[in-house]
């Protein structure tokens, strides 16, 4: 599956043409275009820049017109900060990453269309978008170039992500813990705390027991982490008995 | 509501701090707290970075340990790239965020941390938090400091933002047409295609106003929009009238 064109008009700085080429390759995007890059080009400072993604750069095509830019595109959105009060479809980030996907999916070619940092994207650059995509911010709103081209990319990577929102690292040895291995580890506390008088007075152990039970239950612990906790009890209990032996 | 505390742990370069600060001001983060900065603080070119979020960067506080800079949270996640073959949760920035949000709504006092640009968190470091974030990426997988800000302030923000999928900017006057003008449109230009000759032969008119009715249903069009593709009709039927003189 191919991905969408990123579009730069009119950029300024190369090493934000660098961090977007950067962002791009972060994200699985590949086909950068520039429209009239102000400094020229090649640039070294978007090579700079662009660290491992120094190939995308040097791929980059560059167009004088966006028009030339997007003449093979069937579907692109344009980036903008400001409202610009003609009727236009306005998607959040998210919401045009998941249509993009779709676009790729039924075969077409897609864009992504950034203005220059002074000034953005002018009103006859927009007309020629499908949609305008805006990304919500807090009262101070001014992204720059590489960042906004950075969230892009980023959900359009994540709109076919498959990663689980939480997985337990549990390294290549250690696997959870099954309720037998709990119910073991508890009976030993459990012994041991009645045997060093901790679950005292005795009406009151059963439900200082589930307490203590619901604390350990909430980690989620490891087999290997439970042979741990009782290798501390092993060893906080010896500990104890030698202690006496000194006292007494 | 309160907003998560973002702690750099040894960051090197300045610019990276203030665009990390400018990353927080967008998404509405405000406390910056950077342990033991390689450069000494305060820092001009973090400053200069930071544009308007400046003052951020003018109130980050310094620590001289982690321990010290996240002594007073209740629930910190670490983010890292790297896997670190111990039992620890793993979230991706969305799930992160949600779980911050619910934090934040109990109460609770919490932060991201960030380790610096060489080599990131070490495994103590880690150790400290609740839980990993891990931000899924292509293959190229080196974000920079500034960049990792971003997207979890970005998420954040989004996991509280009401901003809907898609909305559409009409601008101050315009509103969707209503059924009935857009009936009247369709009457409009049926009745000056039946006069011009467009629908024929008459036994496939009725499947060719069907035709264009869903091309241009599917517009979505404003009340502006329909009172100007009026206009059309009636200025191309006149031209069309005025060239018959003509030729006549």
């Given amino acids: 599956m191919s991905a969408p064109v990123i579009v730069l008009s009119h950029p300024q700085l190369g090493e934000n043409i660098g961090a977007a080429a950067r962002a791009m390759k972060n994200f699985g995007l590949a086909d950068l275009r520039l429209v009239a890059p102000r400094d020229g080009w090649p640039n070294e400072k978007a090579i700079a820049m662009a660290a491992g993604a120094a190939d995308i750069v040097e791929a980059a095509r560059i167009f004088e017109t966006t028009e030339a830019a997007l003449a093979d595109l069937q579907l692109v959105y344009a980036t903008t900060a400001r409202e610009r009060g003609f009727a236009k479809p306005v998607l959040t980030p998210a919401a045009a990453a998941a249509r993009l996907r779709e676009a790729h999916g039924n075969g077409h070619k897609t864009g992504i269309l950034f203005g220059g940092e002074r000034s953005g994207l002018d009103n006859q650059e927009v007309s020629l978008a499908t949609a305008i995509?805006?990304?919500?911010?807090?009262?101070?709103?001014?992204?720059?170039?590489?960042?906004?081209?950075?969230?892009?990319?980023?959900?359009?990577?994540?709109?076919?992500?498959?990663?689980?929102?939480?997985?337990?690292?549990?390294?290549?040895?250690?696997?959870?813990?099954?309720?037998?291995?709990?119910?073991?580890?508890?009976?030993?506390?459990?012994?041991?705390?009645?045997?060093?008088?901790?679950?005292?007075?005795?009406?009151?152990?059963?439900?200082?027991?589930?307490?203590?039970?619901?604390?350990?239950?909430?980690?989620?612990?490891?087999?290997?982490?439970?042979?741990?906790?009782?290798?501390?009890?092993?060893?906080?209990?010896?500990?104890?008995?030698?202690?006496?032996?000194?006292?007494?």
């Avoid at 929102?165 to 073991?184: Q, S, V």
């Fill in 133 to 248: 995509v805006n990304i919500p911010t807090d009262s101070f709103a001014s992204l720059n170039l590489g960042q906004a081209v950075l969230l892009l990319g980023y959900e359009w990577f994540k709109a076919a992500d498959q990663t689980p929102d939480l997985r337990i690292d549990h390294g290549p040895l250690a696997k959870p813990a099954t309720g037998e291995e709990m119910t073991h580890l508890f009976a030993h506390l459990e012994d041991e705390l009645l045997k060093s008088g901790f679950l005292y007075p005795p009406d009151k152990a059963e439900a200082m027991m589930r307490n203590i039970r619901a604390m350990l239950t909430r980690g989620e612990f490891t087999d290997q982490e439970v042979r741990t906790l009782r290798g501390m009890i092993v060893a906080l209990t010896r500990g104890k008995h030698r202690k006496q032996n000194v006292t007494e």
